[in-house]
């Protein structure tokens, strides 16, 4: 198994430009996120999914579109990049446990830079 | 007011001594989870242990252990025995109610194993 896999690794856009990253998870969980890292702030959440046709918004959700068309795959949209969402971003994916202790798996990370 | 609080930045420790790392949260839910993850230089996220609200006994994973003090709100990672590959960020994260499995993540601690 693959595992979460995520696509690009690196990416450098120029502010204004729009770019999708991909997720794809290969365990078959119904959850699926999308979260930032930067320095000093931990990750926060942008979007999530419960399941296929479903997104939500999560803490930072602004500027940022997502969709969940497949199970496996959980796609983030830039529409007009800014300096500001230059970050790491983490996908990650996990099943619905009965006792809440499941814990996320996530893919290695996309480290974007916005010029 | 922060969910999640990691008040040590930065943790020195000797190989093959135990450190803590400590974490308090806040939350008025009465089911909740707490996770531990690792994150190597490499930048993978690795969920180490989980501990849940109604749980009785501290959960225990290896070398790892959580110091579950429910009163206090407090919920620290011991590491025994540390050996070099423990040097990492480490992050608290807590999951509220159940559900979707939303999860809020600590800003970390960068914990450095001295030989």
């Known amino acids: 198994n693959a595992g979460v896999t995520q696509t690009p690794k690196f990416r450098v856009l120029k502010t204004g430009q729009s770019m999708t990253l991909l997720c794809a998870q290969d365990m078959n969980h119904e959850y699926m996120y999308w979260y930032r890292q930067d320095p000093g702030m931990g990750l926060r959440l942008i979007h999530y999914s419960v399941g296929e046709g479903t997104t939500a918004k999560g803490e930072v959700p602004d500027g940022y579109n997502v969709s969940r068309l497949k199970k496996q795959n959980f ?17 990650a994916s996990s099943y619905p446990g009965h006792r809440g202790d499941n814990e996320q798996f996530f ?4 480290r974007l830079t916005v010029l | ?56 006994q501290n959960a ?38 159940g559900g979707y499995q939303k999860v809020t993540f600590g800003i970390g601690t960068k914990l450095q194993v001295i030989p």
Request: glycine share 8%; with cysteine.
């Open chain 2, 60 to 97: 225990t994973e290896g070398r790892y252990s959580l110091n579950f003090q429910k009163a206090r709100k407090s919920a620290n990672l011991v590491i025994s025995a540390s050996q070099l590959g423990d040097s990492a960020m480490y992050f608290c994260a807590m999951r509220e109610g």
């Open chain 1, 107 to 110: 893919g290695p990370g996309t």
């Open chain 1, 75 to 91: 796609l983030l949209g830039l529409e007009s990049a800014a300096p500001s969402q230059t970050s790491v971003y983490f996908c």
């Open chain 2, 1 to 56: 007011a922060q969910k999640i609080t990691q008040t040590q930045p930065g943790m020195f420790v000797q190989e093959k001594e135990a450190v803590t790392l400590d974490c308090t949260y806040d939350t008025s839910d009465p089911s909740y989870g707490l996770f531990w993850y690792k994150q190597p230089s490499s930048g993978e996220m690795i969920f180490l242990i989980y501990q849940g609200s109604y749980d009785q």
